[in-house]
């Protein structure tokens, strides 16, 4: 059965750390992972990953893609509140063109 | 770019009214739309996948009759949860997808509060 799972579940830091977020993914005829940040409405879009050791970045986040290892972690550098939300990662398989989701991570970020 | 609407953000009614919910894609054309519904700090489950022009898939364990979708044209989902109940009150986003194969993202709407007395 596929499966995305994602750890930590929550986390909790102070501002300006270094948080790392991890992915692990076991889909059949996998075609890419995605990262959402949702906080009190629906997901927003981050990166979209197909192939491995290609970082993708975008200001303070930055995303990689290892498909040997079957993982995928999300780095977020010099946390802000802001950035304090559930992180979602998500897997699509090309046997059914559906996005499978991991259980999500809960980020706080504390002054 | 890439951005999707739902409407309304928030519904409150009685126990067996039927309430519709739209999803629109405002900057682009989605040939997939998808419903899904998420419970208080779970993660999203997908209810139903609607391709422009044809009957929706649906997902083991949801009621086609009860949750019906419509997605009529290329910019454009609805989903109508019939005579609802306390149990189906909940959060539902839609996301659009540009492409039929999965080489884009989906991009979700803001979701639709469902609350039924």
């Known amino acids: 059965e596929d499966k995305v799972v994602q750890s930590p579940l929550s986390l909790v830091v102070h501002e300006g750390d270094t948080v790392t977020l991890n992915c692990s993914y076991e889909v059949t005829n996998f075609r890419s992972l995605l990262w959402y940040k949702q906080e009190k409405k629906a997901p927003t879009f981050l990166f979209m990953l197909t192939s491995s050791g290609i970082e993708k970045k975008s200001g303070r986040l930055s995303s990689i893609l290892d498909k040997k290892e079957l993982f995928s972690i999300l780095n977020i550098t010099a946390t802000q509140t802001g950035d304090s939300a559930v992180y979602l990662c998500?897997?699509?398989?090309?046997?059914?063109?559906?996005?499978?989701f991991g259980q999500g991570t809960t980020l706080q970020v504390k002054p | 770019g890439a951005v999707v609407s739902q409407h309304p953000s928030w519904v409150i009614c009685k126990s067996g009214t039927s309430v519709k919910i739209e999803c629109r894609s405002l900057d682009f054309q989605a040939t997939t739309m998808f419903w899904y519904r998420q419970f208080p700090k779970q993660s999203l489950m997908l209810m139903a996948t609607s391709n422009e022009g044809s009957k929706a898939t649906y997902e083991q364990g949801v009621e086609k009759d009860k949750f019906l979708i419509n997605h009529a044209s290329l910019t454009l989902s609805t989903l109508t949860v019939t005579s609802a109940h306390p149990e189906d009150s909940s959060f539902y986003i839609c996301?659009?997808?540009?492409?039929?194969?999965?080489?884009?993202?989906?991009?979700f709407g803001d979701g639709t509060r469902l609350s039924i007395l």
């Open positions: 996301s659009a997808r540009a492409a039929a194969t999965s080489n884009q993202p989906q991009h």
């Open positions: 998500a897997v699509y398989s090309g046997n059914t063109g559906k996005l499978i």
